[in-house]
């Protein structure tokens, strides 16, 4: 297949949803713009349109997908046994990046869940990826539009590098707003589980609905956390180069990247910076990139991914990251997918 490019600048929007609706409508696959990153979509009940998916991206079958929806009436298609705490969390932060597990209706096809008896649902705020849902008139299943193991798409560009001519066709809708996926909450548990941190923090789905656990294990929760999100055992983020980051306190972590670009043997090892915006003013390196300040995650949650893009672009063997910033609100997930994407964790 050769892949399309559909473009939302210069054409008729309506125009370009009835274009990528006839396609997931004929079992095809449309990567499209979410406010999160961009997914890989297809109908999320057409079990030979998701096999696609899986085969697109080089994706383990056993870690299923999140299935999107333009309306919450939509969700009781999918889900039975909606607890009240899942609704409430749907009132508060839909259109949003939260993502919900809930136990699944036999309509779900295995190949979307991964043979689980739960689905995973979440309601897009981005119009397009909206549009495309109520077009095609299908609840579209959507993992991150990457080749497996690679950092997820903010921009259609990074759908492309990855996926050209494997998938029908990419909708550009320029770039995201936060950067990281969404948080992924199982709410068929007593006491709901966080299984992956993300734009939504574990202080606002609190102030909502009361006490939540950490059911992800990165290496901060190690030896706490039991893994329950299957995708969360397998190495993603993973950049070519391998990642060193270094946490810790802003002066101390900057100083000890600059020991470690000096003891490196020149000319042996290419390294890349990635750093904030307060440690990019104390450096100068050949290839550093500055992600934004420490005090604001969200600004280095949307410029993490293309960083890491970059980075591997100029072939850098190893990226030092400044782990200096901010862990409060987005930062948690920040640090959580760097943490995944590093080989090795300096504390200083
Ligand atoms: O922001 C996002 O969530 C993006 C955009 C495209 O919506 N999507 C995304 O999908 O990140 P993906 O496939 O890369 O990650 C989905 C995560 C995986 O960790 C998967 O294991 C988990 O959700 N998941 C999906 N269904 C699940 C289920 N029934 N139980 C537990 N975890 C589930
Ligand atoms: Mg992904």
């Known amino acids: 297949t050769r892949t399309r490019v559909l473009d939302t600048a210069e054409s008729d929007i309506q125009e370009t949803l009835n274009e990528a609706a006839a396609i997931i409508n004929r079992g095809g696959l449309v990567a499209f713009p979410t406010e999160t990153v961009y997914g890989l979509g297809a109908d999320a009940l057409d079990a030979k349109a998701v096999r696609a998916i899986f085969e697109a991206k080089g994706r383990p079958a056993d870690n299923p997908l999140i299935v999107h929806v333009a309306s919450k009436e939509q969700c009781s298609a999918l889900a039975r046994n909606i607890p009240g705490k899942a609704f409430a969390l749907m ?19 295995d190949v979307t869940t991964g043979g689980l008896d739960t689905v995973a649902l979440r309601m897009p705020d981005n119009e397009i990826a909206l549009g495309l849902i109520m077009v095609s008139g299908k609840p579209l299943a959507a993992p991150s539009a990457n080749l497996s193991g690679k950092p ?57 609905i009361g006490a939540v656990v950490i059911g992800y294990e990165d290496k901060v929760h190690s030896g706490s956390a039991v893994v329950r999100s299957p995708g969360m055992k397998y190495t993603h983020y993973a950049p070519d180069a391998a990642v060193t980051l270094i946490e810790g306190e802003h002066e101390m972590v900057i100083s000890r990247i600059q020991e470690l670009l000096e ?12 750093l904030t915006d307060e440690g990019n003013k104390m450096i100068s390196h050949a290839d550093q990139l500055a992600l934004g300040s420490k005090d ?10 293309s960083g890491l893009r970059y980075l591997d672009s100029k072939g ?6 400044d782990g200096s910033f901010s862990h409060l609100g987005i930062g948690a997930a920040v640090s959580n997918r760097i943490r995944k994407a590093a080989s090795t964790i300096i504390k200083v």
């Open 91 to 109: 009132d508060e932060f839909w259109p949003g990046p939260l993502t919900l597990i809930l136990d699944r209706t036999e309509i779900v096809p």
């Open 152 to 208: 997820s798409p903010t921009n259609a560009r990074h759908v492309i590098e990855d996926l050209a001519d494997r998938i029908d066709a990419v909708i550009d809708g320029g770039n995201v707003k936060v950067g990281l996926e969404s948080t992924v909450i199982d709410m068929t548990l007593e006491v709901p589980a966080i299984l992956r941190p993300g734009g939504i923090s574990r202080e606002d789905i609190e102030r909502v």
């Open 263 to 274: 003891d490196s043997p020149s000319g042996q090892l290419r390294i890349g910076l990635l």
């Open 296 to 305: 604001s995650p969200g600004e280095i949650a949307l410029n993490l991914f």
């Open 316 to 321: 850098v063997d190893l990226i030092l990251v």
